[in-house]
């Protein structure tokens, strides 16, 4: 675990240096916020806006490692770039861009892991919103484990406001209504 929080305190110096805003996301965070996991690998959200990419992936790539080829095309395309701390640990960057990102940024808080190690990482519920939205089994997972240890410290009309637009872009009206379904089963238990 020392080793994934160089990497992020390498990666967040470089993006501090130029006044970038970022926050941590992913596995760093969810030991914030939920329940304790093992992660492989740190996960950064970058605003970087549309248009205006290049601007970040290139002095990225022009200090770190890139772990796939075509790196900058693909970062650009796919709006991740994937890259190595000096380390050697993998870091996921997203490129953010949406108005929910932005908000999550600004939204982040510093958290100290360890006596030297302070990462600026998003809200729990910021956390949820980007958990469900992904939707994949181990994201669920994620998002049953902040609901059981934050439980009724989350804004849940945050939540809610900022989920149901992200849904509906892609057309999913399911998943709104399971995480409420989840919500109401770790309340009936509490």
Not at 8 to 35: H, K, M, N, P
Not at 52 to 68: G, I, K, N, T
Not at 101 to 127: H, K, N, Q, W
Not at 133 to 162: H, K, M, S
Request: charged content about 25%.
């Amino acid at each position: 675990m020392i080793e994934l929080f160089q990497a992020a305190l390498e990666v967040q110096q470089f993006c501090f240096d130029r006044q970038w805003r970022l926050s941590v996301i992913g596995g760093l965070a969810v030991l914030r916020w939920g329940e304790a996991r093992t992660t492989r690998d740190v996960d950064f959200d970058l605003l970087a806006g549309f248009g205006s990419e290049p601007d970040y992936v290139d002095p990225l790539l022009a200090h770190f490692q890139s772990r796939v080829p075509e790196a900058r095309n693909f970062a650009i395309e796919n709006r991740v770039l994937l890259i190595s701390a000096s380390n050697g640990c993998p870091v996921d960057i997203s490129l953010a861009g949406i108005p929910f990102e932005e908000r999550m940024i600004g939204r982040a808080s510093p958290f100290r892991y360890a006596p030297d190690v302070s990462l600026l990482t998003c809200s729990a519920e910021d956390l949820v919103v980007m958990k469900a939205f992904a939707g994949r089994p181990q994201d669920w997972i994620d998002v049953r484990g902040i609901l059981a240890t934050q439980g009724g410290q989350l804004d849940w009309a945050y939540v809610c406001e900022n989920l149901a637009p992200l849904c509906a872009v892609k057309d999913d009206h399911d998943t709104p209504a399971r995480l409420a379904r989840m919500r109401e089963e770790l309340l009936e238990t509490e």
